[in-house]
């Protein structure tokens, strides 16, 4: 089949048309790379529509052709376009002016603007026809898009809300946990307060009072005394003889209270409630060990009538000890 075009009045032969499979057998061009090349500049290939087929004119071999050497040369699909889209508007623009040049020279000027205008127009009808074709071929997609970028927004939105209720939750627990650490720090000074206030209620265990009693000499000796059956003197017996003298007469009064890295601080109060006659004594006893590494209660320090005692009247008292002692076993 023939057929003639004219651009601007400039008549353009056209030849028969073909089938997809001749274009690609003129052009040299697998027939699968063919079709997808005039799928994809369907604009520029001029088809014709017989029934249901397409076929194509002579020249169409020629712009496949091309094409195929554009994709060699490393050109991206866009770039293809742009090339193409150019290479008509110059055919145009050409064709309008060498026709307007046989006719005359004010016509041809005139025939210059109008292959300007016409290439314009050609250019943006193809990139409108381009587009619309894309838009074709995914319906409804840009209103899914537009669908899919407000839900988009709206999950931001609330991730925001969630993750600001999340941060003041966080500061919440925060503070809970800050006070809940005071509370703990309060109520751990109270208990603690509270076990000394008891342990001076009860006083030493009775592990510490029947250790033997000490003193240590000006040596660093620790001195005691004990009986023949080898009995010490212990802290309970040194108690003993302090309430025989006077507890059980109301004369004297014992309270004790923890001392310092782990000792005891014995009170004695004569005569309490007689301020004419009241006198204050304190005796501090700490729990230590022997160089033979015998347990022993050693007297560290004895305060008495305002003063503290010096080491030979330890010497003294536990003279006095180890009579009583004797006196007790001689019973």
Same mark, same amino acid.
């Given at each position: ?8 009045? &400039? ?13 690609? /057998? ?12 005039? @799928? ?8 014709? *529509? ?8 002579? /020249? ?49 000027? !005139?025939?210059?603007?109008?292959? @300007?205008?016409?290439?314009? &127009? ?46 003041? !939750? ?7 946990? *800050?006070?809940? @650490? ?14 000394? /206030?008891?342990?001076? &209620? ?27 059956? @080898? ?38 109060? /004569? ?10 004594? &304190? ?36 003279? *006095? ?11």
């Amino acid at each position: 089949m023939a057929g003639n075009r004219s651009y601007c009045g &400039v008549a353009v032969e056209r030849e028969a048309v073909y089938g997809i499979a001749e274009l690609a /057998e003129e052009a040299g061009v697998p027939e699968n790379t063919a079709r997808r090349y005039v @799928r994809l500049f369907d604009e520029f290939f001029g088809a014709r *529509q017989f029934g249901r087929t397409r076929r194509y004119p002579r /020249e169409a071999a020629a712009l496949l052709a091309q094409i195929a050497g554009f994709y060699r040369q490393g050109l991206g699909t866009e770039e293809v376009f742009a090339r193409l889209h150019g290479e008509v508007g110059r055919h145009l623009e050409g064709a309008v002016v060498a026709a307007g040049r046989e006719i005359g020279p004010s016509l041809a000027e !005139r025939c210059e603007v109008l292959a @300007r205008d016409q290439a314009l &127009v050609r250019s943006t009808v193809a990139i409108l026809w381009r587009e619309y074709k894309r838009w074709r071929a995914v319906p409804g997609g840009y209103e899914a898009l537009g669908a899919g970028l407000e839900e988009v927004r709206r999950e931001l939105a609330e991730a925001r809300v969630a993750q600001a209720g999340a941060e003041e !939750r966080l500061g919440e627990l925060a503070a809970e946990v *800050q006070a809940l @650490r005071r509370e703990k720090a309060e109520l751990e000074l109270r208990f603690e307060r509270r076990l000394d /206030e008891l342990a001076d &209620v009860v006083g030493p265990s009775d592990e510490l009072l029947s250790l033997p009693l000490v003193f240590k000499s000006e040596k660093g000796e620790f001195l005691g005394v004990s009986d023949k059956a @080898r009995k010490h003197f212990s802290l309970k017996d040194f108690l003993g003889l302090i309430e025989a003298r006077g507890v059980s007469e109301r004369s004297l009064s014992l309270s004790w209270k923890r001392g310092a890295k782990g000792g005891w601080q014995l009170g004695l109060r /004569e005569y309490p409630g007689q301020p004419e006659r009241e006198r204050r004594h &304190v005796i501090e006893l700490k729990a230590r060990r022997t160089p033979k590494g015998n347990q022993v209660a050693c007297l560290e320090r004895l305060h008495f009538g305002g003063q503290d005692m010096p080491v030979f009247f330890f010497y003294e008292l536990f003279k *006095q000890f180890g009579k009583g002692l004797a006196g007790e076993g001689g019973r």
